[in-house]
């Protein structure tokens, strides 16, 4: 059985919210792998060992690392009830100008790109569309929406169990957003890794499938192995 240390990283916000919950269940069936856990929406390097396992959100820029595609993430836009109760609900993307925007702060690290399509969609010609408040992590943002502070785009894994959350402009999605189960070359053989990343398949397959959820994708290779060197096409 597999056994020993493995130091998992994640982003902050899809480490918190989601993976944390499943670690129960995985140290229930593993119990002699010692996992740590470090969030951190900056990429450790795996070549220098900072950590054994990443999950990206975006293509691993590194040399040498094994690359499997996790699930597509999808963002929609989300609101309070109460800040809908004082500022009125927007009924086409013109009209966010008018509303509070909660977006990401300013991190030259985040390897998320548009993160903060947001501000951008929709925008009125010729008009500059400032958000109101900005958090440099998905969860801090979450609690200030729940808040009633204002408006943000929110990833699919932060809100499908959120009930006080009014989903807004349902049309509008945001860019997806690739995951990527990552590990070294050189960790390829480990039975450690191999369990976890089975788990966390099993985990993102009973995630919802509805049109515009977190989605998993499900190409491999003909072996069933991980996909190394590029991404692989949905």
């Known amino acids: 059985r597999a056994q020993g240390a493995l130091v998992v990283t994640a982003t902050v916000g899809f480490?918190?919210?989601w993976l944390a919950p499943h670690l129960k269940e995985f140290h229930e069936r593993y119990p002699k792998v010692k996992l740590r856990l470090v969030l951190d929406d900056a990429e450790l390097?795996?070549?220098?060992?900072?950590?054994?396992?990443?999950?990206?959100?975006?293509?691993?820029r590194q040399p040498d690392l094994i690359q499997r595609p996790l699930l597509s993430i999808t963002s929609r836009v989300w609101a309070a009830p109460d800040y809908l109760a004082r500022r009125g609900e927007p009924k086409k993307a013109q009209d966010l100008d008018r509303h509070s925007l909660i977006i990401y702060g300013k991190a030259p690290h985040t390897s998320i790109a548009h993160i903060n399509w947001l501000t951008d969609v929709g925008i009125t010609p010729g008009h500059h569309r400032e958000a109101a408040i900005e958090i440099n992590n998905i969860v801090g943002i979450h609690r200030a929406v729940r808040a009633g502070v204002g408006i943000a785009a929110l990833p699919d894994y932060v809100t499908h169990n959120d009930?006080?959350?009014?989903n807004i402009l349902p049309e509008l999605r945001g860019p997806v957003i690739q995951?990527?189960?990552v590990y070294p070359e050189e960790l390829r053989h480990s039975k450690r890794i191999a369990v976890l990343r089975d788990f966390l398949l099993e985990k993102v397959a009973e995630l919802p499938s509805a049109d515009g959820e977190i989605k998993t994708v499900r190409r491999t290779t003909g072996d069933g192995k991980a996909v190394r060197g590029s991404a692989v096409a949905r």
């Open 15 to 17: 480490g918190t919210v």
């Open 179 to 181: 995951a990527y189960f």
């Open 45 to 60: 390097d795996l070549g220098m060992r900072q950590a054994d396992v990443a999950i990206r959100m975006s293509l691993p």
């Open 163 to 166: 009930t006080e959350l009014v």
